[in-house]
Structure formats: structure tokens, C-alpha cells
């Protein structure tokens, strides 16, 4: 059964996707199921893509999309099933396709899907590398190229990508997750500057939420286990109201942003601007850079604490 109904939401608030036609990919656990079932309850129509893999990224004989379609559905939402890949350009199409053949349009697509291959960087091989970008950054270029035309078409649409903080800040052992994720952000910050007059809207979330890619951690000390359980507390269904938010209309003029949620907080995160500038008359020397320039930028680096960036715990 769902985890949401109707009711559950606020007055005249809880149908703010009625009728909209709602993608989401890598719905079939987690993050993404939290996702579907959330934006069903509102009346939204949703096509749950899930590629049935594991973590790793290797294929699994179950059908968890099929699984979340039917949950919808035995709540009282409208939903249907794709099982393809977002990193075949032509799996994204049909995954769009899909939503426009049965319900007539596409409002609305959640980039979701993921996997994992962690590494210390000089042990990652190609196929590490490759597997992670094809999924999380070619794969949300798919999807949204393939609604893009029906966007641009309605005049209306908004995308959703799910970045991370190890593309925001950094994390040990993710170079390949962390590139496709930091990707991420420069593709939604484009497709929102490209798409501005058509309409669309695109926007970047960076969850904070206990799902089987942490499944793996081991907690030994007393201090690890505290805060693994207060991880355990950042559930995805925490992520979903603001993932539907940003789809709905109530969001009208919002785009070209990078938000977070942990637990019960939510966050805008800053974007690259300079911070500090210094200028040398007769142009800069190696000499000059170093006893003139890096002094005076010093006290302005970013520490290298990837990870580790909140200065407080979640509410």
C-alpha cells in the first residue's frame, strides 16, 4: 500500500498535481518510490521507470516498478510501468513516450535513477567510470531531451534532477558518482537558462536520506552508531513534498536552483562565484603568485572536507 493519501496532505493544497503526467525514474525503491507514490497521492499520473538492478548496476530478475505501480494503484492512484534503462537513449524515449501515449502529455520528469561504484580514484577502472556517468549524467540528459519538445511544445514543464552532497561538496572514493552528480547541476542550470521562454522549469535536490546505498555502513564506535541512527531518521519520504512542489505550479518562477533536504530541514545551496580577486600592475609572475596572490587568497580557500559540511545536525 501507498505511504500517502490525499488526505493526508493540507486543505486546498493536496491536489497540486492533479492530472499531471509525472516521470520518475529509479522509482522502484527508496528515494524514487517515495517520489511516485507521493505525487500519485496528489493526482498526478505517474510512469514509474525502474531498470530492476542492483546497487552495482547489475541486472536483477524482480520487477520492483511493476511492484510500485500496483501499490499505487491499490490506493486509488494511476500509474504505469517502464523497465528500461535511462542510459539507452532509446529507453528514455520510450520512458517519455510511455506517459504521452496513455495520458496524452508529459509535465513533469524526475531524474532519479542511480548507481554505485565506489573507488579510491586510482583503483577505479573504466567501467566503474563509465557505468556511473552513463546512469546518472547521459541518463538524465535522455530523459530530458525526450520531454523536452513536449515541454517546449505545451509551453509548460519542469525537471527535477537529483544531485547529491558528494556533487556538491565531494566525498572519499565517489570521483565517479561525484563528477556525474556535480554534472548534474551544470546540465539543470542549463536547461533551465535554455528553456526559460518556453516555460520549463529545472531545478536540482540534494537528498539527505538513509536508503539501501547506505545500507552498507558499519557503525562500531558508540559516537558511529549514534549518528547512524540518527541517519536512519532521514527517511526518503522526507524527500518528496519538496520534489512535488517544484513540479507543480505553486512553484511558477523557480528555476536554475540547488536545494537540499535533510530530515525535517530544507536548504538553498550557494552557486561558483568569484569571492576574491587581486590584480599586479605589470602582470602576474610565478614569483609574484606565490609570495602576493595565494597569501592574500589563502584565508578565502574552501577546506578539502569533503562530506562533511553541515555544522549541525538534522532537525
Not at 197 to 219: C, E, K, Q, W, Y
Not at 231 to 241: G, I, Q, R, S
Not at 245 to 263: K, M, N, W
Amino acid at each position: 500500500m501507498s505511504n500517502f493519501t490525499t488526505e493526508s496532505l493540507d486543505g486546498n493544497l493536496k491536489n497540486t498535481l492533479q492530472d499531471k503526467v509525472i516521470l520518475v525514474t529509479g522509482a522502484g525503491n527508496g528515494i524514487g518510490r517515495a517520489i511516485a507514490h507521493y505525487c500519485a497521492a496528489q493526482g498526478a499520473r505517474v510512469v514509474v521507470n525502474d531498470f530492476g538492478t542492483s546497487l552495482t548496476g547489475d541486472k536483477e530478475e524482480s520487477s520492483p516498478a511493476e511492484k510500485v505501480v500496483n501499490e499505487i494503484k491499490e490506493a486509488g492512484g494511476q500509474a504505469v510501468a517502464n523497465q528500461d534503462s535511462v542510459s539507452d537513449p532509446e529507453g528514455a524515449q520510450r520512458m517519455v513516450d510511455l506517459g504521452v501515449e496513455t495520458w496524452g502529455r508529459i509535465d513533469g520528469v524526475v531524474n532519479n535513477a542511480g548507481v554505485l561504484r565506489d573507488k579510491i580514484f586510482h583503483k577505479m577502472s573504466l567501467d566503474d567510470w563509465k557505468l556511473v556517468i552513463d546512469t546518472h549524467l547521459n541518463g538524465s540528459f535522455y530523459t530530458s531531451i525526450a520531454a523536452a519538445q513536449h515541454f517546449k511544445a505545451q509551453g509548460s514543464g519542469a525537471f527535477v534532477h537529483m544531485t547529491s552532497p558528494t556533487g556538491v561538496v565531494g566525498m572519499l572514493g565517489q570521483a565517479n558518482y561525484g563528477a556525474a552528480k556535480s554534472g548534474i547541476i551544470g546540465l539543470s542550470k542549463a536547461i533551465a537558462l535554455d528553456m526559460k521562454r518556453a516555460g520549463v522549469r529545472s531545478n536540482t535536490v540534494s537528498p539527505s536520506a538513509f536508503t539501501r546505498m547506505l545500507d552498507n555502513i558499519v557503525a562500531e564506535t558508540p559516537e558511529q552508531k549514534a549518528r547512524l541512527a540518527k541517519a536512519k531518521l532521514n527517511t526518503p519520504e522526507k524527500v518528496a513534498p519538496l520534489i512535488a512542489y517544484l513540479l507543480s505550479d505553486l512553484a511558477e518562477g523557480i528555476t536554475g536552483q540547488i536545494f537540499g533536504v535533510r530530515r525535517n530541514e530544507l536548504m538553498l545551496f550557494n552557486q561558483i562565484r568569484p569571492i576574491r580577486s587581486v590584480a599586479y600592475g605589470d602582470g602576474w609572475t610565478q614569483e609574484a603568485i606565490h609570495d602576493s596572490a595565494m597569501p592574500s587568497m589563502k584565508r578565502f580557500f574552501t577546506p578539502l572536507d569533503g562530506g562533511e559540511y553541515f555544522a549541525w545536525d538534522s532537525m
